[in-house]
T-cell receptor
Framework: GAGVSQSPSNKVTEKGKDVELRCDPISGHTALYWYRQSLGQGLEFLIYFQGNSAPDKSGLPSDRFSAERTGGSVSTLTIQRTQQEDSAVYLC??????????????FGPGTRLTVL | GNSVTQMEGPVTLSEEAFLTINCTYTATGYPSLFWYVQYPGEGLQLLLKATKADDKGSNKGFEATYRKETTSFHLEKGSVQVSDSAVYFCALSDRVSGSARQLTFGSGTQLTVLP
């Protein structure tokens, strides 16, 4: 696609429920990143994919968070048993594999998650 | 570890005023430096970047120079417009594993430009 897309744009859920957030990167971009933007913590790195593998999961805040990527394209971030402190905007970014822009991350519009 | 410190906001300026948003960084390697902008209701957009010392990034009248000696990447614009009202994030990109580069962000600076 023309840019990184994310769905849903907004998600309201009840505490304790599971949620899935989707990211569709720019076509051909092999690296994909998830970040979280919250009022108290600013922008935090969560996880990174190169192809379908996630060599760096160090930013995931707890074992309730997981992510996968299939076919080297779409990625899903899953939060189990959501808590109110999970409320944030979840951002996805992708990176071109070659060329001068290889360290430039292109961001999607984000998914705003609200846990009641 | 890596960190980015940027000027706290909010910053309020009149149209055509000069803008400076300070940004300093700490990094163990040789990072690339970025300014991202987030307009109201929109996602993060790359504003400009610099990949090595003394490089100057520029876009839409904004400029920032990568200063290794002062570990700084201050954002400047000579004459701001109302449409520049947004949140500005300074960030650095450093290698984490293989070819991966994780972004470390500053806390963001809210800019409001009044007509």
């Amino acid at each position: 696609g023309a840019g990184v897309s994310q769905s849903p744009s907004n998600k309201v859920t009840e505490k304790g429920k599971d949620v899935e957030l989707r990211c569709d990167p720019i076509s051909g971009h092999t690296a994909l990143y998830w970040y979280r933007q919250s009022l108290g913590q600013g922008l935090e790195f969560l996880i990174y994919f190169q192809g379908n593998s996630a060599p760096d999961k160090s930013g995931l805040p707890s074992d309730r968070f997981s992510a996968e990527r299939t076919g080297g394209s779409v990625s899903t971030l899953t939060i189990q048993r959501t808590q109110q402190e999970d409320s944030a905007v979840y951002l996805c970014a992708s990176v071109s594999p070659t060329g001068v822009g290889t360290d430039t991350q292109y961001f999607g519009p984000g998914t705003r998650l609200t846990v009641l | 570890g890596n960190s980015v410190t940027q000027m706290e906001g909010p910053v309020t300026l009149s149209e055509e005023a000069f803008l400076t948003i300070n940004c300093t960084y700490t990094a163990t390697g040789y990072p690339s430096l970025f300014w991202y902008v987030q307009y109201p209701g929109e996602g993060l957009q790359l504003l400009l970047k610099a990949t090595k010392a003394d490089d100057k990034g520029s876009n839409k009248g904004f400029e920032a120079t990568y200063r290794k000696e002062t570990t700084s990447f201050h954002l400047e614009k000579g004459s701001v417009q109302v449409s520049d009202s947004a949140v500005y994030f300074c960030a650095l990109s450093d290698r984490v594993s293989g070819s991966a580069r994780q972004l470390t962000f500053g806390s963001g600076t809210q800019l409001t430009v009044l007509p």
